[in-house]
């Protein structure tokens, strides 16, 4: 019991040396658009946007818990320091594919560009340094919006935002499996897991 005990503290001291070393020689990288918060047009043009996607995009591709997201968008308003960097994530690329209605041309190309801004800087999180932490019910849902925004404003495609790394996500958080398997999970998580795993098909087919 002993050799069992000091074998066990000295794997763990090993573990959090080799974590230290990893992160010590990992390479620290500046997100491209640091202050993503301060793009965001004013809350009159925000809504519109919103409105744009709910009214289209949603209707066929659900992906986001609309009620749930209406509550986040408020809070983001009257608190936005307090806003979630996930909420955030999504919320751009909901702006992103709005302004393709948007029905003010003379806005429309600085939309556009501001549109490019929210599609590189999500891509960026998505698949950059922090990878490991995005696969989750909340990055397939900004990867499944990333792939919508990029093919509506004409962005070249790529290997790392595809619909077949999307469907690889879903698959490896298991939405691939009936959620009756987790008799943990909630009727809100079942719910969209199953709603999700029915968009990311659709993409993929």
Known sequence: MDARSEFASIFKDCRHLRQAIKAQESVRLNHPVPDLLSTLPSRAVCDVLVDAYLR?????????????????????????QSTSTHFLMKLVLILALGTTFYPDRSNRVHLRRLAQTWIYATQWWLVGPSEKSTINLDGLQVGCLLLLARQTNSLPGTSWVSAGSVLRMAMAIGLHRTPDLFPALSVYQSEMRDRLWATVLELTL
Do not use: C, K
């Open 56 to 80: 289209t995009f949603e209707l066929i591709y659900r992906i986001v818990h609309i009620p749930s997201f209406w509550e986040e968008y408020r809070l983001l308003w009257a608190q936005p």
